[in-house]
Structures are given as structure tokens and as C-alpha cells.
């Protein structure tokens, strides 16, 4: 693969569009360091450092927006998917639709609330260093949030179908990929259920006392 440094420009796409039907209530808006979970999200990607974040919202739009601080809600652009009932796919498009230019996109999931930011900056170096189309976080040998992807990968965003993400084009088209190995660092969750936000905290209070 050739060594090339073509860009330092990255973007983010934040996807909090869901109705949280497993939860029963809006999983956005759950508790988490006296902040809602989509604002401790937001911040933990503003500290990683983009050139432009989009924030999809789409079932309670409002509420979710009005949970965040004005101060954060300055660093994102909030676009809104009232088509939200369709699938992960349908924000996926509105958000990409709305960065500025070719330039390489992180996915991240409004309800994975832990990023690591040493895994950030390894996907952003490896980028920069091989220009793979898609550099995934391998956690125990599956594929999983956040991904970066390329320009090339990101065309082909009009290809997405209901809840299907980019792992379907990834898998199914001719493109470099690198799995980046992040097994060692905090278990990946997504909090889909009450049962998940209760592990999550317990686990997040195991961790930091480990610190």
C-alpha cells in the first residue's frame, strides 16, 4: 500500500436519530456523569478534534437538542431525519449528504457513550499514512463503531437500505480495509435496554476505580 499524507482534514457524523423502542423511553436522554448520554458523546468528540460534526436527530428531535448545553450545541451541526422510522440508513445519507467536500468521515452511535481517543488518533494516523477506504475497530474479533471512511467508500452511500450500515458495502466491495484491534480497551456497549444502561454504569464505575 503507498505511504501518502494527502489531507489532516476529518469529519464526524454522530447517528442519535432512533426511537429507542427497546428502552421505552429516549435512550439519548439517559444519565451519564450528570450530563445526558448524546452530550457526553457529543464532547467526547469535539475533544478528539474535527473539522466539521454533523449531529443526526430525528424521534424527539427537540427534546434531544434542548438536553444539550447551547455551549455544545455550537460545535456540532444538528440536521434532522424525519424519515428516521426507515432505518440507521436513512440518517446515515442525511448525514453524509451534509459534510463539505471529499473528506475521510468518523461514524459514531449515539449510544456507545465510551470513545477512546487513543483509538482515534490511531485511525486518523493510519489514514493519513496508507489512505485505506475504510479503517474499522476490531473489539474481540468483530467489527464494530466508530469506522472511518474514505471518499471513495462514501459515494457509494446512496447503495445503504434500511438498517443496513457501511459493513454491508465494506464487505461486498473491492476496497482496502483495516481492522484496528481495540479488544484491551473499555468493553464496546450499546445501550439498547435499561439492562444495558445498569451494566454500563457498573462497568464504567469498575473501570474508572481500575484507573
Request: glycine share 6%.
Amino acid at each position: 500500500m503507498k505511504k501518502i499524507n494527502k489531507s489532516k482534514r476529518f469529519g464526524a457524523l454522530i447517528l442519535a436519530a432512533g426511537e429507542s423502542s427497546r428502552m421505552g423511553k429516549p435512550k439519548q436522554l439517559l444519565s451519564i456523569n450528570n450530563e445526558t448520554m448524546i452530550q457526553h458523546v457529543i464532547k467526547q468528540v469535539v475533544q478528539a478534534g474535527f473539522n466539521q460534526i454533523i449531529l443526526v436527530l430525528g424521534f424527539m428531535d427537540k427534546t434531544v437538542e434542548k438536553s444539550i448545553s447551547i455551549k455544545i450545541r455550537k460545535k456540532v451541526e444538528i440536521v434532522r431525519n424525519d424519515q428516521y422510522k426507515k432505518g440507521i440508513s436513512s440518517s446515515i445519507k442525511i448525514g453524509i449528504g451534509s459534510f463539505k467536500g471529499d473528506i475521510p468521515v468518523f461514524i459514531f452511535l449515539g449510544d456507545q457513550p465510551i470513545i477512546s481517543q487513543k483509538l482515534i488518533l490511531e485511525m486518523k494516523t493510519c489514514y493519513l499514512k496508507y489512505q485505506y477506504d475504510a479503517i474499522r475497530n476490531n473489539y474481540n474479533n468483530t467489527p464494530a463503531h466508530p469506522v472511518l471512511l474514505g471518499p471513495k467508500l462514501l459515494k457509494k452511500v446512496d447503495e445503504l437500505e434500511g438498517d443496513k450500515g457501511f459493513n454491508t458495502l465494506i464487505n461486498k466491495n473491492k476496497i482496502s480495509v483495516k481492522n484496528i484491534d481495540n479488544s484491551n480497551d473499555f468493553p464496546i456497549i450499546d445501550i439498547d435496554t435499561q439492562e444495558d444502561y445498569f451494566k454500563f454504569i457498573e462497568l464504567k464505575e469498575g473501570y474508572e476505580c481500575d484507573q
